[in-house]
């Protein structure tokens, strides 16, 4: 799809079919076209690592389309610079993730001055339904041994994508992930998205 047909195709589709066309669908994303076998072998390698099925991943964005879709971008060309952009959707991994880190540091006085500037992002996204894994900051010498298991989790999830990131044929900057808890909070965060890159386009 180039440009200007995504362009006109947001100027005429309804949010429910964008939803299917950028999150929903499983057809070989842009980063991996080259070689569409490749696709297969990113998404068996976070399985593998993160005990998450196939149809748990999805690649959006410029890794998904060949442009960005991030607001005030102007559909920005994927290139070696570029970011791919995982999206997770698991419920028990986000579970265990979001509990680990009730149990090493529930967020009350005097704790919450202990977590730094992570706290305020990490609530607005929990609020949200999403976590962003590699951003988790807990000092392991002031939360003591509880902080272990999120750690753990971190690095799991950091090498789990470090791991991935070794199989795309296009050449790219890295790979980010979020995980999302359900598909109907990713649909939300994603909405929103898509009306911001409305907006930017018609301006």
Known sequence: MTTDEFRELIRRTPDSELLDLCLHSEATPFVFEAKPTTWDKFRDSLVSDLDV???DIRIVG???FGFSMKPGQHLRSFSDTSDI???IVNESLFDSMWLALLEAAYPRPP???RFGGWLAEGRNELYTGWITPVKIRLDHRIFGPKAQP????RTRWFNALKQASQVPPRRHEDVQGRLYRTWKHAELYHLHSLAE???SLEE
């Open 111 to 113: 704790l919450v001055h």
């Open 62 to 64: 410029s890794g998904r």
């Open 53 to 55: 099925s196939r149809r």
């Open 85 to 87: 952009d995982v999206v």
């Open 150 to 153: 999120v750690l753990e989790m």
């Open 197 to 199: 890159l409305r907006r």
